[in-house]
């Protein structure tokens, strides 16, 4: 038997890598969390292929530092950022990693833990849903709505309604893998 993935995957091994082993998979890691809500924003605009194929440049900049690191980061540190090919030079997005950072730490200071905060939004639990075709997916949803809204109060930068869902997808919040793909 041949091993089907979602109608979205192409043949690029990074595509592959990511579906077999990252989306649609539940994680609760803080950092993990906070680098996909941001990826999701770089995205914007964009494919997600495009991020995917950075990915190594932003971590090497943003996300194998804490997230306190890159609260810290000024306006020249992203001005410099902005000239490395390997991200999507965009100041605005930039500034959003860092704006991120700046309101998860400042959510964390209320005492909040952001990785049982963001769950919250699923009520803990994975959110199977029916996908005979990839493309039936909904783009956002009232859970990624609301978790949007409240992410947008708390200062978040780059976390619309379908960036949220692509996130609540990301980290396995909600598994849309298709109904006959091997990794559902």
């Not at 592959?16 to 950092?31: A, C, L, M, S």
């Not at 996908?131 to 109060?153: F, G, H, N």
Request: negative net charge; contains cysteine.
């Amino acid at each position: 038997m041949i091993n089907k993935r979602c109608g979205w995957c192409s043949d690029d091994p990074i595509y592959i890598e990511y579906h077999d082993h990252e989306w649609g998979k539940p994680n609760r890691n803080e950092q993990h969390l906070f680098e996909m809500l941001c990826l999701e924003g770089q995205q914007a605009g964009l494919s997600w292929i495009t991020v995917l194929k950075k990915r190594e440049s932003y971590r090497t900049h943003f996300f194998n530092h804490s997230i306190q690191t890159i609260a810290d980061l000024t306006e020249q540190d992203l001005a410099l950022k902005c000239q490395d090919t390997g991200l999507i030079r965009h100041i605005g997005k930039l500034t959003a990693i860092r704006d991120n950072a700046i309101a998860w730490q400042n959510m964390k200071a209320k005492n909040i833990d952001m990785v049982d905060w963001l769950w919250d939004f699923v009520d803990q639990q994975v959110q199977l849903n029916d996908v005979p075709d990839y493309r039936q997916a909904p783009a956002q949803t009232e859970a990624s709505l609301k978790l949007s809204k409240t992410l947008k109060k708390n200062g978040f930068k780059f976390v619309g309604p379908t960036t949220c869902y692509a996130f609540m997808q990301a980290v396995g919040m909600v598994n849309d893998h298709e109904n006959d793909c091997m990794s559902r």
